[in-house]
């Protein structure tokens, strides 16, 4: 019953109070609980996402550790992303009974989290994102093809006002050439109709031109703005507000990534929830060195065989699994993914190494533990091998093998003494208050298998952050 309650808390969260009026749809009836959904909370909100209200309700109440309480329902919304079939977490609320709130929590890092399929959540997202009943779509489409047709229509009277006005002029420039040149040096009259129909070519190629313009990307039409009209800026600060402005609009339009424009030290100026990867105080990774030696209780590893699922997103080889967890300081977190980096992320001690895996887990109350396992160079690595024996054909694209599954204990090496620190996650948005768990012994992975992975991704490591005024321990 508890593993049930872990999922979901992973499957459900709430942004704003469900209230008791809601009209709660049945989505799944099965022993010991059954989980429901408001479908009238259902609505579309920033960037194409949705959210919607849900709730478990328990056969049998369970004892809460932070009030001693006992609660039977949760309430809760997800964020979903109906097209990358993703959700995250925002707020929880505890009832001991139908209307009898316990407590409410908010859940501190919103991360984007993968939907498995056949999971409580892959069921509350096919609810979320099926198309509403009736003629929503169609009446879009013809709100659409309205504004096509007006904006088509204004852009052929544009065009035609162009020609008409080059025309005149043309018409205007063979007059006075007419008066200032010689009678027998005039061309005859079907000349001057050569001349119009010359006039009426170009006019329509300015249109065209017109046209193209506006379709060029919008950082290309803002650069041209500036140029044609330096002027439009306060006298003595146009340049350099001008570069500003564009600035700003070029980099939201740029993607993260680990060079270019999109670079690491440019993570906090591409959007304004990256902003934590630029000022924030906690950031990972770090260079792990002078930590206290102390008796750290022992990370309580969980991991068992699972069936998995593998995607290349771009920016690394990432692997879903489930039924896995780890136990820390009274906790429990799920892991939810893991994913690799090249070279490790993590220094000891000024010292590198060749790839980490990073192990991301997931408590009931949303706080995330990530386990680092680093990676050296030696003996090849089944369960890695298996993952490469899976990779997709093409980026954001899954492949789940129908019967085949990893070991995931496999990962843990025998030593499971570490280092740990609070950190960040160590891609946008950065966000912070992620436990950190390094263990020191590593791994090994084949000279070949670190060849497939590089020639994927030869350098995907965000470089190390500041350490600050925080505290590192390790095992003694």
């Keep these: 019953m508890l593993s049930d309650l872990r ?35 259902i609505k579309k909100v920033d960037q194409g996402k ?112 162009l020609v008409r006005k080059d025309v005149q002029r043309a018409n205007l420039n063979t007059r006075a050439a007419e008066k200032t040149e010689p009678e027998e040096a005039r061309a005859p009259a079907r000349q001057s109709t050569a001349t119009v129909a010359t006039a009426t070519a170009a006019a329509t190629a300015t249109a065209t031109s017109t046209t193209a313009a506006a379709r060029r990307p919008p950082r290309r039409v803002a650069t041209r703005l500036a140029e044609e009209h330096p002027a439009s800026s306060p006298a003595g600060s146009s340049k350099s507000e001008s570069k500003d402005l564009l600035a700003a609009y070029a980099h939201a339009q740029i993607p993260w990534s680990y060079e270019g424009e999109g670079r690491p030290e440019n993570w906090g100026k591409l959007r304004p929830d990256y902003a934590t990867c630029a000022n ?19 990370i309580r590893f969980t991991y068992r065989p699972s069936q998995f699922r593998v995607i290349d997103n771009g920016h690394t080889v990432q692997v879903d699994v489930g039924g896995s967890h780890i136990g820390l300081l009274g906790k429990t977190y799920d892991l939810v993914q893991f994913h690799f980096h090249r070279p490790a992320e993590e220094r000891i001690d000024g010292q590198s190494f060749e790839m980490v895996i990073h192990l991301v887990h997931k408590s009931e109350d949303g706080e995330l533990a990530v386990v680092a396992v680093l990676l050296e160079q030696g003996l090849e690595n089944p369960l890695i091998q298996s993952i490469w024996n899976n990779l997709p054909l093409e980026k954001n694209e899954y492949v789940q093998p129908p019967e085949q599954g990893i070991d995931l204990a496999s990962l843990i090496p025998e030593d499971r003494s570490y280092y740990t620190y609070m950190g960040s996650l160590t891609t946008p948005p950065c966000s912070e208050d992620v436990l950190w768990l390094v263990l020191k012994q590593t791994q090994q992975l084949s000279p070949e298998q670190l060849r497939i992975f590089s020639r994927l991704y030869p350098y995907n490591a965000r470089p190390v952050q500041p350490k600050h005024s925080r505290m590192i321990k390790e095992s003694r």
């Design 50 to 161: 949705t959210e919607a209200h849900g709730r478990i309700v328990l056969d049998k109440p369970i004892v809460d550790p932070r009030t001693s309480s006992s609660y039977r329902i949760v309430e809760a919304v997800n964020r979903y992303d109906c097209a990358t079939r993703s959700y995250s977490t925002l707020q929880r609320r505890y009832f001991k009974a139908e209307g009898e709130l316990l407590r409410a929590e908010e859940v501190k890092v919103q991360v984007e989290m993968p939907v498995r399929t056949g999971m409580l959540d892959d069921k509350l997202l096919r609810e979320v994102c099926r198309p509403k009943p009736g003629n929503d779509a169609l009446q879009a489409a013809r709100k659409a093809a309205e504004k096509v047709s007006a904006a088509a229509g204004e852009l052929r009277k544009a065009n035609e006002a």
């Design 7 to 41: 999922l979901l808390a992973v499957a459900l969260a709430t942004i704003a109070p469900v209230t008791a009026s809601a009209s709660w749809q049945l989505i799944s009836d099965e022993p010991g609980r059954r989980v429901e959904l408001d479908r009238a909370s």
């Design 280 to 298: 924030g105080q906690r950031q990972s990774p770090i260079d792990i060195r002078d930590g206290f030696r102390v008796d750290l209780e022992p």
